[in-house]
């Protein structure tokens, strides 16, 4: 059984459909990675996932149950979204660590433990106690992942993790992202419009157009033999958008 | 000069004016916060219908005059009125009462205000870290709070400085009701220009005290 079922999911803003009948699978402990260019529709797709946002037809199983139809709460705490603008709340950078491991009630040596792991892992050892606000949009970016990371969730939604990124920083990313999905067996969806890391990173990738999953198939296979010429267009660089 | 040596003596009537005011004032203001703030950041982060009319009919009163209000206070609790049973009428609770209604929507109004400037992502992502409402709420008050601080100053500036509906409800009763504005326009009539300086010199300090508060918190967030 799959982890996450989106199956016929529509999402409209007025009579234009964000998402158009968007259906796809992801098995636990996968990575894939959610292509397409800039108003797809796939950051309204992680929304709709994360239950920030309701479909106006069509399911999202999750564990194999709706997740609008069972706890509603016990299913938004096993995913989390990374939002492509990193906003650090305003406080330290330790509080923002630990803000989702307290509405969660962990203890205090819990939390210190799992903020301390997740700094040094995310190259940040030493900031804890600096205002989060100040930190550089690199740090931001991280210090948004760490506060997913910590929480050690089911599945984990990133959208474009790395689109503001300088390479040192997107290098840092991309590999946190590689550990995390080994060592916790975290699935992971993964929004980009980055052809390169979708290589490097996901098993299958999906590709997006004007709200419709057009296909998705292995990475590899995606890049050397489009099913659509859609597709083939996006690859080749010729889509303009 | 007598207006100086007034304040510096520190004049027995003087003080207990000054120390009325801010009792008045300062627990209309927080009785003002604790209402205005939570209803006032809920209307902010919510979407629901008629908003848009609801934040209308608060920035009306936000600039209701305090005499009018004043009027309808004493009618409310004069012995003939409603709520005449309580026989606060000229009395300390009276004016709280008043300056209470004539804050509370310019704190709720400028909470409302800051809430919907909080960043969508902020809450976004609280929810998606597993926020409830209530958590939620308590963040935007946290990414919120020096609009916030500046919203409760400025219903404490409008409450200290306010002088119709206290007189109206308050009847400017000497050792009892008197507070720095009632007293300025007393003691002007009166010709004691003297104490209406001084008291003047008062209120303007504590005017001059929460601005200067006001910039040390916000700076220090930054």
Known sequence: ???????????????????????????????????????????????????????????????????????????????????????????????????????????????????????????????????????????????????????????????????????????????????????????????????????????????????????????????????DPRTARFIKGELIY | MQAINLIISLNPEVIDITKLSLQVSGTSVILAAIVGIPIGVLIGLNEFPFKRTLRNLINTLMGLPPVVLGLFVFLMISRAGPLGTFGILFTPTAMIVAQFLLVTPIIMGLSIAAASAVDRVVIDTAISLGARKLDTMRLVINEARPALITAVIAGFGRAIAEVGAVMIVGGDIRWNTRVLTTSIMLETRKGQYDLAIALGIVLLAMSFFINFLVSYLQGRRK
Request: hydrophobic fraction near 40%; proline fraction near 4%; avoid cysteine.
């Open chain 1, 1 to 227: 059984m799959s982890l996450l079922s989106v199956r016929g999911v529509t999402r409209r803003i007025g009579r234009r459909a964000i998402l158009n009948d968007v259906s796809l699978d992801v098995d636990r402990g996968e990575m894939i990675a959610v292509l397409g260019p800039s108003g797809s529709g796939k950051t309204t797709l992680l929304r709709v996932i994360n239950m920030l946002d309701r479909p106006d037809a069509g399911t999202v199983l999750f564990r194999g149950q709706d997740i609008w139809a069972g706890n509603e709460e016990e299913t938004r705490r096993s995913m989390v979204m990374m939002f492509q603008k990193p906003v650090p709340f305003s406080m330290s950078v330790y509080d923002n660590i630990a803000y989702g491991m307290k509405l969660r009630k962990m203890s205090k040596q819990e939390i210190s433990a799992a903020v301390e792991e997740a700094l040094k892992l995310l190259d940040m050892a030493g900031k804890e106690s600096q205002y989060a606000r100040s930190l550089s949009g690199g740090e931001a970016q991280r210090l948004a992942f760490a506060r997913a990371y910590v929480l050690k969730p089911d599945l984990l939604l990133l959208d474009e993790p790395t689109a503001n990124l300088d390479p040192a920083n997107a290098g840092i990313m991309e590999r946190v992202i590689r550990e995390t999905s080994r060592r916790l067996g975290t699935t992971v969806i993964l929004v980009t419009h980055d052809m390169y890391q979708a290589r490097r990173l996901a098993s299958r990738s999906a590709f997006m157009l004007d709200g419709e999953l057009i296909e998705m198939k292995p990475t590899a296979e995606l890049f050397s033999s489009p099913d």
